[in-house]
């Protein structure tokens, strides 16, 4: 009989993660690539295995991700928001847990547009008076 698998998304800045959750012995495939090779930051792994270690399920579960858009550290939230989304579909307990802690906000921030006629979104060329 196969495993139980439990899927979810992640999304932050302009990166989504999807998330495939089983039961197994812990290991992190991200991209199809070891997880400690894709993120080399241990700042961002840190990040990443939060859910994991604050629930207690660190050895307990498989997780492969396909993450896609943005650079690392959007990847890293996105991967973190999908993996809290996925422990709650395998134990709907840790839902108060998590979300008292923060893992389940999706953080809204995104890069303001440039504006025309001017550099960018907020700075202005300088101002000459004569």
């Not at 990040?47 to 650079?71: C, H, N, W, Y």
């Not at 550290?73 to 709650?88: D, F, M, N, P, W």
């Amino acid at each position: 009989m196969a495993d139980i698998v439990y899927t979810a998304t992640g999304r932050r800045k302009s990166s989504v993660a999807s998330v495939v959750m089983s039961a197994g012995k812990g290991d992190i495939l991200v991209n199809k690539r070891n997880f400690d090779s894709y993120f080399p930051r241990p700042s961002l792994r840190m990040v990443i295995r939060q859910p994991l270690e604050f629930t207690g399920m660190a050895g307990r579960f498989d997780i492969k991700a396909k993450v896609i858009g943005g650079g690392l550290s959007g990847q890293a939230g996105a991967l973190r928001l999908g993996i809290s989304r996925a422990l709650i579909k395998a134990d709907s307990d840790l839902r108060p847990r998590l979300k008292k802690e923060g893992f389940l906000t999706r953080d809204p921030r995104e890069t303001e547009r440039k504006k025309y006629g001017q550099p960018g979104a907020r700075k202005r060329f300088q101002f000459s008076k004569r």
